[in-house]
């Protein structure tokens, strides 16, 4: 049984944790079959948004603890390296991606959701940074995204004490975008991504890069990343259909 499946629809991608026996959890095959379907979807054009979700009670547990048991530095960097490079495929996607999150994401489980554009959680969810429960330090840049989303105080104090946040204050706190019943979760996520399809993908994809990069590229660095992107972007069809859209609306 394959652990994780992707299947495309009317411009979106549905890329589903399937490992429900042991509450999807990331060994190395799932982490593998992740990075290739995005490596995949980076260069399918027919796809216009992606939708992350689980079979199962819980979207993710977070890693396979039972093979961290005698882990050496030497294999724990080569362990973690690959963990990076599948987490990058991820949040590097130039495309908008919607993680819909049902039962547990904790640890790695948590850093999926984390990595996506927008969160839609089950009124039966929770988030849990487990990492310190086992006397580790958060991974799969999980401590890079979250305070991105709730700043670095709040990021702390769920990283620190290891405790689950349950849906209502995970939206509170602006963790997750949006709440739903459990039984209308697939629709929302489908719901939202069908909002993109229609949009210019490419152009989402450079928006996403410059948003991305806010953070830490200087001022004047910005506007050279804006200057060159936008440059692009007037050459697009897009751009130009809605252009001349305007114009004869502007005429009639």
């Known amino acids: 049984m394959d652990k994780v499946l992707c299947n495309i629809e009317d411009g979106i991608a549905y890329v589903t944790l399937n490992y429900p026996e042991k509450a999807n959890a990331l060994i190395l095959e799932v982490k593998e079959t992740i990075a290739n379907i ?25 890693g396979d603890i039972k093979s961290m048991e ?13 963990s990076g490079d599948w987490i990058k495929e991820i949040a590097n996607l130039e495309k908008p991606i919607i993680a819909a999150v049902n039962g547990v994401a904790a640890g790695a489980g948590l850093s999926i959701a984390l990595a996506c554009d927008f969160i839609i959680a089950s009124d039966n969810s929770k988030f849990i940074s487990s990492f310190i429960n086992i006397g580790l330090v958060s991974d799969n840049a999980g401590l890079y995204f979250m305070p991105r989303r709730i700043g670095l105080a ?34 929302a996520a489908k719901s939202m991504a069908k909002e993109f399809v229609n949009k210019p993908t490419y152009i989402l994809g450079m928006t996403k890069k ?9 001022f004047n660095t910005f506007l050279d990343m804006e200057v060159n992107y936008q440059a692009i972007a007037f050459q697009t069809d897009d751009h130009k259909k809605a252009v001349k859209e305007f114009l004869n609306k502007e005429t009639e």
């Open 38 to 62: 995005f490596r995949g979807l980076r260069f399918d054009h027919s796809v216009r948004a992606v939708i992350i979700s689980a079979n199962g009670k819980h979207f993710c547990a977070g």
């Open 70 to 82: 005698g882990i050496d530095t030497v294999h724990g960097r080569d362990r973690m390296r690959k």
């Open 154 to 187: 709040k990021t702390k104090q769920i990283s620190f004490n290891g405790k689950p946040v349950i849906a209502e204050e995970a939206l509170r706190i602006g963790l997750i975008d949006r709440i739903v019943p459990l039984e209308e979760l697939q629709d």
């Open 210 to 218: 410059l948003a991305n990069a806010s953070f830490e590229t200087d």
